[in-house]
């Protein structure tokens, strides 16, 4: 089985940065993309961000030069660092990756159970 699992979740004050870090664990045999939605209550879910295996991002334009995505194939995890943050940024933050579990070469797509993310003075 596979897992992901998100933590760095918190309270910042607006203008303050975080850091989330998320990790896959499990029988992996290839990881491809990975990526960071969020969704704020009442809202759908949205991508904050994403990264290819190969290291190329795209952002969501409301984060843009603000947050930084990156990834850590070592250790099968990936980052979202978060600087100066809004209360607009309030949500829970999920992140995804595309897996080959075991010796496969298909990918699913596996979700973590999310973290808090909360911007307020």
């Known amino acids: 089985q596979v897992q992901l699992v998100e933590s760095g979740g918190g309270l910042a004050q607006p203008g303050g940065s975080l850091r989330l870090p998320c990790l896959a664990s499990?029988?992996?045999?290839?990881?491809?993309?990975m990526g960071w939605y969020r969704q704020a209550p009442g809202k759908e879910r949205e991508l904050v961000a994403g990264i290819t295996s190969r290291g190329l991002t795209n952002y969501a334009e409301s984060v843009k030069g603000r947050f930084t995505i990156s990834r850590d194939n070592t250790k099968n995890t990936v980052y979202l660092q978060m600087n100066s943050l809004k209360p607009e940024d309030t949500a829970v933050y999920y992140c995804n990756a595309d897996i080959a579990y075991a010796s496969s070469t298909s990918y699913n797509r596996y979700w973590g159970q999310g973290t808090q993310v909360t911007v307020s003075s």
């Open positions: 499990g029988r992996i045999f290839s990881i491809n993309a």
